[in-house]
């Protein structure tokens, strides 16, 4: 692959970048005030939450353009000292679904125009955009207002339909197209992850020098270890949230679609049953969030597959959590079940381990790098319920591998944080502006020479 540079590492360079005043972030689908967990709501809106935020803090100025999906909220929110949420009327409040929102883009890139044409020449600095349809945004933004697009994926069409799951349904070959006038157009890639940067060069053809890796982090003061004894704090999370006390717990925490593969948790009980039936009797497994993308089309799925497999009394469903339940709810398990086909990042198994427990992670996407397998947890390959139960029989009852794990995962959770990432995101941001003023120079330059000659 050919050389990529994180943000993290060129911040200790001694370039005087310059630094953004105030920033567009462009989020079409989702609002970072929706609670992740359910709807297209995850671990994007958690990134954008954190990330403005924290720029804030460093005396960044963000504006987070989002389509208003409800007539409560006023058109502008402050989420934050320094961060405003502006609501952008594209299309119906309610009964739109993701793959409808390409149709009412000009709609949403108009609003995004009028309220910068509200303000003084030259307001935002940059353009930083999230998943393709604020991409496809962006690309405009940028030409109208002459300043510098950084765009995030967090997910591509093309890896998502290369690792499909059964009966998934593919992404549409729109999408792949606008994915590519993205990555064409944008001044700056941010990548998650290297596989992600990978994937960027590989499967879309982008710049080595356009593509910056800046991996997400975890908000290290809520999710914590617990202070004190484990097992008894592993207790009291438990009663906190209404789950059994005693035996194994398991948690899945996440949107409930294909793409995330909850399913491959619950078929491993079942397996689990048939090859060591004493450990799956002690185990209960969580399923926490709520259904998202082409889980729609079946809510009851995950109830209806485990009341077929004979194992729906080892199986509990919760709501998204929130607030300090969230965190509770990390440190009543015992593991945190991460089986996803796909995952840019995987935002859950670094909070999961934050909290001091390990993961069990399919080894794909971004997981490799937000799980340190054998450190931190353990990362499987393929999605074989068979190979999740054997895991399962290993690892459960090996009380003393496990606390290994679980101080390996707070150990390793510590390298994240979102301060660190925002570090390596205003490095991309100098850099990108820096090359924009550098292009409008020469432009300059040349314009004068020509005039010259006349």
Sequence with gaps: MAELHTGVGRQRGALPWPRPRRIATLSVHTSPLHQPGTGDAGGMNVYILEVARRLAEADVEVEIFTRATSGDL????????????????????????????????????????????ARPPGHYDLIHSHYWLSGQVGWLAKERWGVPLVHTAHTLAKVK??????????????????EEQVVAEADRLVANTRVEARDLLDRYDADPARVAVVEPGVDLDRFRPAVGDRDAARLAARRRLGLPTAGYLVAFVGRIQPLKAPDVLIRAVA????????????L???ICGGPSGSGLDRPTALIELAASLGVADRVRFLPPQTGEDLPALYRAADLVAVPSYNESFGLVALEAQACGTP??????????TAVEDGVSG????????????????????????????????ERHARHFSWHRTVSGLLTVYGEAMAEHRGRLADRLAGDAALTCSW
């Design 74 to 117: 006023p058109p502008v929110v402050e989420m934050a000292p320094g961060v405003h949420v502006r609501h952008i009327t594209s299309g119906p409040l309610e009964g739109l679904t993701k793959e409808e929102l390409p149709g009412q883009l000009c709609a949403f890139t108009a609003g995004v125009l009028r309220a910068e044409a």
């Design 161 to 178: 339909n290369a690792q499909l799951a059964a009966g998934d349904r593919p992404e549409p070959k729109a999408r792949v197209i606008g």
């Design 271 to 282: 397996a689990l049953r048939d090859r060591d039936p004493a450990i799956a009797d002690e």
């Design 284 to 286: 209960t497994v969580v």
């Design 359 to 368: 993961v069990l992670a399919a080894a794909v996407g971004g997981l490799v």
């Design 378 to 409: 353990v990362l499987i390959d393929g999605h074989d319920p068979v190979d999740w139960a054997a895991t399962l029989a290993k690892l459960l009852p090996d009380r003393l591998r496990r606390a290994t794990l679980s101080r390996g995962a």
